[in-house]
């Protein structure tokens, strides 16, 4: 199933990664990077970074090769949103094979 989803992957979206806070602790994006994602437009409760249960209304399925985390930003349909949850699906051999973003 996965490789099948894998190969859905074609959808482009950006991301800014968090690379650091100044001084007075407002936070650093890098440039913007260009990705491939499936979305998945799908209202589901999930548990964030922060252990509370929160809404997301879209997923974004990557490549385990995107370096994407919680502190990022998504850029998607001429949205900026923040990372609410990154999931992970697994293949035989214990390897992450795919990557869940939950905006």
Not at 16 to 36: C, M
Not at 45 to 59: A, F, H, P, Q
Request: charged share 30%; glycine share 6%; hydrophobic share 35%.
């Amino acid at each position: 199933m996965y490789k099948n989803l894998r190969s859905w992957i074609k959808v482009p979206f950006k991301y800014k990664a968090l690379v650091g806070r100044t001084g007075t602790g407002s936070k650093i994006f890098s440039d913007v990077v260009d990705e491939l994602c499936y979305p998945v437009g799908e209202v589901e409760v999930i548990t964030d970074s922060t252990g509370n249960e929160v809404v997301s209304t879209k997923k974004l399925f990557v490549s385990n090769e995107v370096e994407i985390s919680e502190l990022d930003k998504v850029i998607f349909e001429n949205r900026e949103s923040d990372i609410k949850s990154i999931g992970y699906y697994y293949d035989e051999k214990g390897n992450v094979n795919l990557k869940v973003v939950y905006l």
